[in-house]
């Protein structure tokens, strides 16, 4: 073999052997996040873990914006308290914290389920003054058959079947949405969910042209397996069907992948295989409210997972202020702000997502 030749064979025979050590490493990171996600979704029971352990477990296995998981948990046998993780906010997409309160609106109806199943009466209340949610704790309960979804609810964000969801399904799951000061409204309408669409489009291209928003993004993302279970936070880009990318590379090819037009693409495609969306809209425009509207949506999504509909959120002209007043008219909600949009539909599930641990969470 000439020399060159042999340079190269050499050259191509390390580049194997990089790659297939690579290959193998990324297997066994990707085994180590499927083994801690199906971990943090076994079955527990209070007995095993202590009740308010138990109680915080479930609560933080609720949506929460960008999985920051802005939360606090402290309390006894009597109540237990949800305080504001301001260090976790995302001021680019969430200014006035609007997604912060509904993630712990998210987490106190969790928590709330979680009480059920072990026997506990609750009631959730926002406190103005302390700027906490209180679960107060009582005896007696029967288990609410929503806590079995608690485990299994994801963000489903792939594209759907198409398949329309039957009224009385639809009708079940918002019924079970039902929470004060706050409506779901459903759009199943071909029409009505393009217009919709439009909205989620010219939004989703403000948000991908602001470097505020795309820097905070790529701050929560996590591009691989490794870095996912490093942090057991923010969004591994497995969860959304994108690609494992190494550390080194991610950051500059998201630059490359991530566009308006491609995410706009999505969007479509996303839409159009959905069966509806639900908008939920509360009655005023404070963070009391706001708690009320994510307890709302993790309702529908636990009754929705129980009846084998998935769903995702596109919040885009929700997130983006000043397409509010046209979604707003477009519903037919006069002054009230629409608060989170969600497409739901048949898909098959994805990866699910990582949480901090208990222990992490919960402060004297
Ligand atoms: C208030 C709120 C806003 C959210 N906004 C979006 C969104 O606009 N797009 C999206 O894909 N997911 C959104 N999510 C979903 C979170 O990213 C998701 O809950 C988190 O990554 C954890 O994943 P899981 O819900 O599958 O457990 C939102 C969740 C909440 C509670």
Redesign the pocket.
């Given at each position: 073999m000439k020399r060159r030749n042999l340079l190269l064979g050499g050259g191509a025979m390390a580049a194997l052997g990089l790659g297939a050590y690579a290959l193998a490493r990324g297997r066994s990171h990707d085994n180590a996040y499927e083994s801690a996600a199906a971990a943090l979704r076994a079955p527990r029971s209070p007995g095993d873990m202590g009740e308010l352990d138990f109680l915080v477990h479930h609560a933080t296995?609720?949506?929460?914006?960008?999985?920051t998981q802005p939360w606090l948990f402290s309390g006894g046998a009597e109540q237990v308290t949800i305080r504001p993780d301001f260090s976790r906010a995302t001021p680019a997409v969430d200014p006035d914290n609007h997604?912060l309160y509904?993630?712990l609106g998210?987490a106190a109806e969790n928590l709330s389920l979680a009480a059920s199943a072990a026997g506990r009466s609750s009631a959730v209340a926002f406190l103005g003054e302390q700027d906490a949610v209180r679960v107060s704790l009582g005896a007696g309960a029967q288990p609410d058959p929503l806590f079995e979804a608690i485990v299994e609810?994801?963000?489903t964000?792939s594209v759907y079947d198409g398949r329309q969801v039957p009224a009385e399904d639809l009708d079940a799951i918002a019924a079970a949405a039902k929470v004060a000061g706050c409506s779901v409204l459903l759009v199943t309408d071909k029409l009505r969910m393009e217009q919709v669409l439009e909205l989620i489009v010219a939004a989703n291209t403000a948000q991908v042209e602001d470097p505020a928003f795309v820097g905070e993004l790529k701050h929560w993302l996590r591009f691989n397996a490794a870095e996912a279970v490093g942090h057991r936070d923010g969004?591994y880009s497995a969860?959304?069907g994108n690609p494992a990318l190494p550390s080194w590379i991610a950051g500059p090819a998201f630059g490359l992948v991530f566009t308006a037009d491609a995410e706009n693409a999505k969007c479509v495609s996303q839409v159009r295989s959905s069966a509806g969306f639900a908008v939920f809209v509360s009655d005023s425009n404070d963070p009391g409210h706001w708690v009320q509207a994510?307890r709302s949506?993790q309702r529908f999504a636990l009754a929705a997972t129980a009846r084998g509909v998935r769903h995702?959120?596109?919040?885009?002209p929700v997130?983006v202020a000043r397409f509010r007043p046209e979604l707003a008219a477009l519903l037919g909600t006069g002054d009230r702000r629409p608060d989170?949009v969600v497409r739901f539909g048949y898909a098959e599930p994805m990866p699910?997502?990582l949480r901090r641990p208990v222990a992490e969470v919960i402060t004297a």
């Open positions: 296995l609720a949506a929460n914006s960008h999985n997604h509904a993630s998210c609810r994801q963000c964000r969004l969860c959304s994510g949506y995702a959120f596109l919040n885009q997130e989170l699910r997502s």
